[in-house]
């Protein structure tokens, strides 16, 4: 989580625009593709020189220009005075404590969002930044790390599968958000298994460790949330259209877009209902456990307590204790006992404590 | 639940608008049936090549194409090419895990949302979605099952009973939302005996087993609200009446609806109210019960602990005890006993523990 | 609470606007009253056939027909019938579930509001739909029962106190609402005195009735918002004067009844807080008293299960305990005892337990 | 608190706009005071008879009348119809359960708001209701009983202090309520300084007294809340500057006055959060205190009973017991004893419990 | 805290505009430093007369006054007035309970905001307000005290480092805010280590002192919050760009600046949900320790107090007790009292207890 609710200050005396990359350092060495396609034609290729990038800002072509790694400042400086980008955009492209936000810009369209995964290995759910610059024929991603959501929609562009091929690079930007959101109920759908899990073990075997998996659900449901509310602002705001760099035929995909994110945030608001709920019904639980426990000592207690005492006082040893000489002292006193005993026991059982 | 709150992530690689069936498969074949009527015309069918039922498009007559069965994609393909509809509502068709929700294309009008039943047999609240498309002359309805909440309307169609065979389309689609939102406060009728059930046990007889049922109902009021909340918007917009398929007519019978469905949003609020009152006052009965534990518990062993010292100490075998060689040393003894025993249990009585 | 929160749903095959009285029959027979006044008339009749209110339809004076009964739906039909209502509404005036609204028809405004009485005999808030269709001349009202809270507007109308006799027909219907939203106020002030009671009690007594106190509190507080709520929109709506059967004069007035509402919710709000913080104290002051309790158990067994343990141990019949044939053994034990037990009892009360 | 959340409804076949007088009477005879002056003239009296107070509704200067005592009505009746003022508008007046509003009409400004004061005798918050009618050169106060927050304004008055000589009746009204808002900082300074009572005393010493402070705060917050919210819309509407009553050079001031209603709104959230923070903790810190007398009990019950029980076995009476007849048989077991005994305290120390 | 929630109230008899210093005095004697630059020139100054502030009003160059020190009133009105601020504006500058508002005057505009700095010595947010007015071509900054965050920025001026120096007053007052901004996320940086150690902590030694730590992160959160919230809506009115002192460059930054304010405000809330999260999981596992204590005392107590009873039976002085002379009397209920004691013992097992 620490990456996750940080946005480490500049550091005093930096300058609004000044290029500083906040965050971890999740690969080595930035890596950079080039996808450039329209109907016909289609090359995709490893880049090593930013520069190579330059000459598909002029092609008519859709070009889509992916950088993983943030911390190669030179880079993304490069790229972005070639591309116009205004500093601040730049800024917020390597620090990775953004809020998802959208701003529009007379040269391109800056969009940030949080990709979310799960990564099985370590049975958590990791948050990467991603930055899309929409330009009228270019996206460029910028993202944390090598690893992402976006296989399939170069698999598409690849075998010019559906209509991406056919479309401009808003509907590229479309695909990429699509695939984002997409994966959050991929994300959703694990956390789901895990409550439905929990809720089965509260009714059949309520055990102390529930609670650290109530508390990691809880936060998990918090990232997530902190992810995809403002997402929804976003998409919102693309829809409504207002903007030149979306055509009109994107606008539908992106209505439909904005219903999965609400669908998204709903999901996540009945989940956190749901751990709340959990919640109070393990506490209650805990209490009626008490309750048993306490019945059981008090049961125990409440009978051989005063069986106890009645033995102890035979086995004082005064000289004068005319019982202890009786023939049938000692079975009077046993059946006594007896009577007691079993009498305590009917009132409890009467107290519907047994 | 488990189907009401996944949806499941299209699968990698997949293109928006390509149609996958995502939910489970509640019916082995699909079904199709048709009613096509106006005012003085009636004919019903059940039919196996949806091809048949393309003639009714260019009728005047209003048509009613229902499908029980959504995992034939071919079917769905099929009538949804003939009928116009948008890939991307085709394949909200057959996702199950829509959010309830209303998009006006140019063709036709499309409606998503759930119908919930109460499944006598498994005491338990079961959802299905049901998606409607609205044309200027037909409605088609799809469902994941057999089994729905139209009978009545059907009925009403075929014995003309009502204005139903005078109206058009829109009020057949009214139809259909009205039994659906009918059907809600059926269930919430179900929702609400098992709460009162829970009341009138929570004072005569709290019992652990009404965590179990507090949870269940929660889990249900929590399902019910996230599919009429959005239902209350999808009314409210065909209502506003900007859509051109609805007519003049029909708005004030959506409004009615509104109402009911404001209804039934207000009673799923003051469920959840209640509900979360009843766990409330359960966890302080708890408390109080083991309040009662721990008095008993605490009078026994305040009690009879001093006692039983006291006959200890006379146990004792010191050759030197003064006391054990009285006369009355073992009547005193005893005297003192009942001292402190009724001297304690009236302290306890001034203390309002008993 | 039955009545108060089902709506029953429609029988299967029912029509919308088909009349179906749903609810509990509160009266044996409807029955009819007719006032009709204006400046300088006055007439007050017992009706038995609902035709004979018709003539007063046309006369220029105002008209308060009231119908107490709900259950003959040939009154409701007729009546309706002859006044122009649309089926929607009468269909909403028979079925006693309706939520309080306000609807503008072109012939009549339709208002539905809760009449909430403090029923003395049974120690319970009774409520009861009371539906008002308003025309340019006439008031209809329908109550489900006898007795309602209108009595002093009859009462000023036959004495021709005030301004009543001199306004039309939108000053009547304002009238019965406000004398509706004060009786609210008369309701809310019994509540407030058992709040107060209970917040006595509950410092110097706290008992576990106070449980099903809090719980009937927390009912009637909902239900009574439940009625509030929406009447405010209602008065608000009215009170914004769009509706053509409103006459400018009478808006103030409404103003007025608008502020006495929100007045009304601000109350419920605040004693809904108060009963929340009622629950808080009265749980924090059941895990109090338990603390009580523990600590008078564990004084007791813990300073005498010690001892008894040390007279447990003189009392044993090895052959070889020195200490038993010392002389002053057993004065020795006492003494030790002693130390032991106030040592104990020293450290409780520097711990601040007694 | 009775005061405050009671609005006695009218009683029965009480007329819109009749003066029927609702409250507690705090004073035993009405007294009334008048200042009128402008720049520079000033005079002051008291006045017997209200008729004394009309020639001043003539003159140019600014006229402040002050009434205290609402029960004798004649005088507001009779001050009401010379100032022209609507009978509901009276009718508001003498009854003290308003929520605090604003109303404009033709010929004056209406304003109510509540007067709170801190009772250094009794340690209580009391409340007292205010009206303000402002007209072009007058403004009208009434209050419930001697003893106001005004004092300051009438010694600026008579001094010719600050602007206010030279300003209208608006600038009178404004710092009217500038000094009830003003004093609303004082009470929650006040309020303030308990809660950090508090919180220090939870953290030092935490006793059950405790919770009726808190639950004495609450009331407080809520009754406070219940007088500023509504009081903020008043200052909002005042300042939007649409009343002609308002002139322009008053409405920066009237500004400012909204910040400061806002910040008392702002510090009251803030005191509710901190007191149910305060009682969060409370509950948490006797849980606590019970787990520490449970490990007290725990501990001296887990190691003394079963010594005791040794004990027990070697005081049984059997003929035929060969450890009894063993020369070290008794230290053995006292050996033994301790084993167990300080085995059984390493272990509770192991697991923290001492 | 003291300070952050207590605006003191007027004395009374104090005027509206009237110049009082409410606050604590953190510094000896005001101190005033002045930065004066455009892009080519660049003086700095300590100054001690206020009237040597003067002249650069009149200058063409930017000009930053900054005032240390709120309680020298005569210094506050002697700038006030040459500058020409309004009494109001004067008054919320020396009064340190301010709520962040923003104010646009005809002359200048007012910022008020809340700069918190983490006192790393006394491990405690401290928070200090800060007023602005921004001019045309100057910057008038009111500090409580020396020490502050905008070093930074002073650093830039001096080296003309990044666009400061060619800019206006209004990118300087963003700069200024700005620099506010980020110490907020560097204070929440501080706050997030605190809470990631409590729910560490939390997991692997839940002591009582957790819930101090957690009742001061509460009430941190509660100031901050209410230095934040504020401060979003003076940087959203400055960016809505109505006032003619904010030329159109900056607001692109104000948009960026924004953004943060709205970033915090989202740590805020997400730190607040896992705040009171980790009080919930606290008191789960309070309850969760009691239990196992409970466990504890009762498996001891049930197990060994009936065996003490079967002791104290044979413990009996009876003269005719027939099992006293068996010869395997005793070994034949050593070997019950083991059946009896495993058991049990076996029981709890089955229970899961042990």
Known sequence: MAASHKRISRTAGNIPGELVHIG????????????????????????????????????????????NGLHELKIIEEI??????HPLTLEDIVNTGQRPKYEDFDKYLFIVLKMVMFDEAKKAIVSEQVSLIVGSNFVISFQERKGDVFEPIRERI?????????????????????????????????????????????????????????????????????????????????????????????????????????????????????????????MSSVSNRMNEIMKVLTIFAAIFIPLTFMAGIYGMNFEFMPELKWKWGYFTLMGLMAIVGFGLLGHFRRKKWL
Chains 1, 2, 3, 4, 5 share one sequence.
């Open 158 to 282: 690849r075998n010019s599968k559906g209509r991406i091929r056919k479309m401009g690079s808003d509907y590229l930007a479309y695909s990429l958000l699509d695939a984002v959101v997409d994966h959050y109920f991929f994300v959703l759908e694990k956390m789901g298994d895990v409550i439905e899990d929990l809720e089965e073990e509260l009714v059949t075997n309520p055990k102390p460790q529930i609670l650290q998996a109530i508390h990691n659900l809880k936060r998990d449901s918090i990232s997530l949330r902190k992810a995809i509310w403002p997402l929804r602002e976003v998409v919102n705001s693309l829809e409504r259209g207002e903007s030149k760099f979306i055509k009109k035929h994107t606008v539908i995909f992106l209505r439909d877009l904005y219903d999965h994110a609400i669908q998204a945030i709903d999901t996540i608001e009945t989940y956190r209902d749901m751990i709340s709920g959990i919640l109070d019904i393990y």
């Open 24 to 67: 971890e350092i999740k690969i080595d060495k930035a890596n950079i593709s080039v996808l450039d396609y329209d109907e016909n034609n289609f090359q995709e290729k490893e880049i090593t020189d930013i520069k190579d990038t330059f000459p598909f800002k002029e092609t008519p072509t859709v070009t889509w220009v992916n950088i």
């Open 80 to 85: 972005g005075n070639y591309f116009e980008m």
